[in-house]
T-cell receptor, first 116, second 115 residues
């Protein structure tokens, strides 16, 4: 059974700081990994999708890396801003047999607060 | 291009009642997945529908059921509501069931409160 863990559970940083969020998963047989952002009480916004054959993806100030063999991913946020404050979730899509092709397994998230 | 929409936004029900939540998938997407997100937790997979048939199910009891319509919109039905069913219910659509490529796009969610 796939389990996804995110560390830290919460993070508070001053504006402008570079930061790293961590995600680990127990079953390395994944198809892809997605990082999402969730504002309080809202749905999920996809930030980055990394296919299992890729090592990293970048979008603006965000960079996500994937080390499938060790079961780890990191989300790097450069020059953080107060608008980056949100919960960040990682999710993996498994290779598992059967018909749950679209099943994502999520971590519990990291609550990020960037203060001015 | 219209994104994933869900209705209603908020809902309050009493224990034992039944509820129906609705989701319209993004244009061109034929696969819909439903997730339950309890407060402070990550979303949990309920089930997925592909071309009007259930295509996979998570660890949820049979009182959680669904439908997908020919236009690929979907409903989630929950019978005999329990207090623990209080959560944000998220719908996600994707262009197909291929394991490799497709990203899932999420709607804004329906907040269900059971009293």
């Amino acid at each position: 059974k796939q389990e996804v863990t995110q560390i830290p559970a919460a993070l508070s940083v001053p504006e402008g700081e570079n930061l790293v969020l961590n995600c680990s998963f127990t079953d390395s047989a994944i198809y892809n990994l997605q990082w999402f952002r969730q504002d309080p009480g809202k749905g999920l916004t996809s930030l980055l999708l990394i296919q299992s054959s890729q090592r990293e993806q970048t979008s603006g100030r965000l960079n996500a890396s994937l080390d499938k063999s060790s079961g780890r991913s990191t989300l790097y946020i450069a020059a953080s801003q107060p608008g980056d404050s949100a919960t960040y979730l990682c999710a993996v899509k498994n290779v598992a047999g059967g018909t749950s092709y679209g099943k994502l397994t999520f971590g519990q998230g990291t609550i990020l607060t960037v203060h001015p | 291009e219209t994104g994933v929409t869900q209705s209603p936004t908020h809902l309050i029900k009493t224990r034992g009642q039944q509820v129906t939540l609705r989701c319209s998938s993004q244009s061109g997407h034929n696969t819909v997945s439903w997730y339950q997100q309890a407060l402070g937790q990550g979303p949990q997979f309920i089930f997925q529908y592909y071309r009007e048939e259930e295509n996979g199910r998570g660890n949820f009891p049979p009182r959680f059921s669904g439908l997908q319509f020919p236009n690929y919109s979907s409903e989630l039905n929950v019978n005999a509501l329990e207090l623990d069913d209080s959560a944000l219910y998220l719908c996600a659509s994707s262009p197909g069931v291929s394991r490799v490529v497709y990203e899932q796009y999420f709607g804004p969610g329906t907040r269900l409160t059971v009293t």
